[in-house]
């Protein structure tokens, strides 16, 4: 007989200790969070630099700062937390939660209400297919931040960083702060893939070349990486004969994009969206199980942990809602993606309070336009209008509860963005 | 003769575009392209007295960790940048350190202190 849980929170990043947070507030008596790490956190005790809660405390903090504080709220509220502890199982069946703990041993788990908070991983190298050898001195971004961070390791002295998400960016800056130098930043698209501000404070304030539609086409080095060749790509994608160059350095970042870390949600036999890579969620933040629960960049990867912590919350008050009967609804109304939508989340809105659904656009609108939510009877439930809009940066559409609840007989519902 | 200087504001996500103008004596006269108040004085600031948070790390002696965070807690003038890598570099703090707590006071000359940014027991 397993003992009394009533939500079991799996990771402890910000999704996860904001969910403990909220399931607490919302009256659960018994809210576990595992980590497998011996610290509380996630990925953000290795962001050191500020940029982090200007939304939810008014001030930018760096990410163990922003932690620090949602952790001191979480031990007030009464979650529990277990680190050390790896969840290497969950049966679809009966939703028992299978845990790993050097002094607790292996245990089986029975909780009313799981929230999946496991957060998402770095696309490695062998993501992109790059001829040419493989030696030391290639890291995903996130990989150097950790060692330089945490470990206090310089993974090299004369960087290349292909790709320009945020994380590169930021470790761009890292390096030249810890000595090393950059000898750019090479995107593929024709639009950067981070924040705009972190291109200037962290490659114009430094002088680092950031090319945009140029990628890597060959590594070099034996032992360690002597050199990259760089070239220049056309509308798609390929490289243009006659561009390439060769670019010295011992060191090449990954910054190419982050993808939802779900092993244990397929074992739960949730549903996973084919193109955001994380579960199927409605606006409750509930998943195709009905008893499991996702938030953070689990479900979708966000632009900015105010959002993940909001999720959390959300999510953990819902599955301690679930937990005491106080909501049996899975899926509702189907949110459809309109022609200039990439990825959104959540994919169904029951109407049951208001909601937000996060979506990226496919393709830039630099010029005035607006994001939109419309039914299928035509009823506009949003609109907003945009200076622009652009991958990199996600966009929210607002919805009300009570304008849901007006049209009974939706079936669906449309979210886009249009030039005006 | 004004002058006009364009960089992007780093004051929050948003990233607003913003166009300073200044007068013969190096004044400015207006702020465009701001979306709110921190946007404005950031451009004044950026202009006069360019400032960044810094963030790095310090070796620590029987922590959990061998590197502590570490944070400017105000933001320190840009071109003294370099200069405060260096004297963060250089020191070695014992555990247990405590977030918030002064590792040095008014780094390099200027009014910004470095504190640590995070917790670290000992081992």
Same mark, same amino acid.
């Given at each position: /007989? ?62 163990? %700062? ?13 979650? %529990? ?36 908070? /496991? ?51 930021? /470790? ?14 090479? %995107? ?142 899975? /899926? ?89 | ?5 364009? $960089? ?45 948070? $810094? ?26 940048? $370099? ?41």
């Amino acid at each position: /007989m397993s003992e009394r849980i009533d939500v079991l929170i799996i990771g402890a990043g910000p999704a996860g200790v904001a969910a403990g947070i909220g399931a607490r507030r919302e009256g659960a008596e018994r809210v576990v969070v595992l980590e497998r790490d011996w610290d509380l956190g996630g990925i953000l005790q290795q962001c050191i630099h500020p940029g982090f809660g200007l939304r939810t405390f008014k001030e930018e903090l760096t990410g163990p %700062e922003y932690m620090h504080r949602f952790i001191q709220q979480a031990h007030e509220a009464g979650v %529990e937390f277990r680190t050390n502890t790896m969840v290497f199982q969950i049966d679809r069946e009966n939703n028992t939660v299978w845990t790993m703990n050097k002094e607790r041993g292996i245990e089986a788990l029975n909780p009313s209400a799981i929230v999946l908070t /496991m957060g998402c991983r770095e696309r490695p190298l062998g993501a992109i297919r790059i001829p040419g050898t493989r030696p030391a001195g290639i890291y995903t971004a996130g990989t150097a931040q950790r060692f330089v961070n945490m470990e206090g390791y310089m993974p090299g002295k004369r960087a290349v960083i292909l790709g320009s998400g945020d994380i590169g960016l930021i /470790m761009a800056r890292r390096m030249i702060w810890e000595g090393a130098s950059v000898e750019g930043v090479y %995107e593929v698209m024709s639009w950067p893939g981070g924040l705009r501000r972190n291109i200037a404070q962290c490659l114009d304030d430094y002088g680092i070349p950031f090319h945009l539609k140029t990628t890597v086409t060959r590594i070099h080095g034996q032992d360690r990486l002597e050199g990259v060749t760089v070239a220049q790509v056309d509308d798609y994608m390929t490289p243009i004969a006659g561009t390439e160059r060769y670019v010295e350095c011992d060191t090449l970042l990954l910054a190419i994009g982050l993808i939802p870390e779900n092993e244990l949600s397929r074992m739960a036999g949730v549903d996973i969206h084919p193109v955001t890579g994380g579960p199927v969620v409605n606006d409750l933040l509930q998943t195709s199980n009905p008893a499991i629960f996702a938030a953070g960049n689990v479900v979708i990867v966000y632009d900015l942990v105010d959002n993940v912590s909001d999720e959390g919350l959300i999510a953990g008050a819902n599955a301690a809602k679930f937990a005491a009967g106080k909501i049996t609804s899975a /899926m509702r109304i189907p949110v459809k993606g309109g022609e200039n939508v990439r990825l959104y989340s959540p994919q169904f809105v029951t109407g049951e309070a208001d909601s937000t659904i996060f979506m990226r656009v496919t393709h830039p609108v630099e010029t005035a336009c607006r994001v939109f939510a419309v039914t299928d009877d035509g009823t506009e439930l949003y609109s907003q209008r945009l200076r622009y809009a652009r991958p990199g940066e996600m966009n929210e559409v607002r919805i009300k509860a009570d304008k849901v609840k007006a049209s009974p007989n939706i079936s669906n519902i449309t979210i886009d963005i249009q030039p005006v | 003769m004004s002058e006009e200087r364009k $960089f992007i504001c780093v004051s929050c996500p948003l990233g607003c575009g913003l166009t300073v103008t200044l007068d013969d004596a190096g004044e400015v006269v207006s702020v465009e392209g701001n979306t709110c108040a921190r946007g404005a004085s950031y451009a004044r600031s950026e202009v006069k007295d360019p400032r960044r948070v $810094f963030a790095s790390t310090v070796r620590v002696k029987g922590g959990k960790l061998p590197v502590c965070p570490v944070r400017s807690k105000t933001p320190a003038p840009k071109g003294k940048l $370099f200069d405060i890598t260096r004297a963060v570099a250089a020191l070695e703090v014992e555990a247990p350190v405590k977030i918030g707590q002064v590792l040095i006071h008014n780094v390099c000359g200027t009014d910004a202190d470095i504190v640590a940014s995070r917790d670290l027991e000992a081992v």
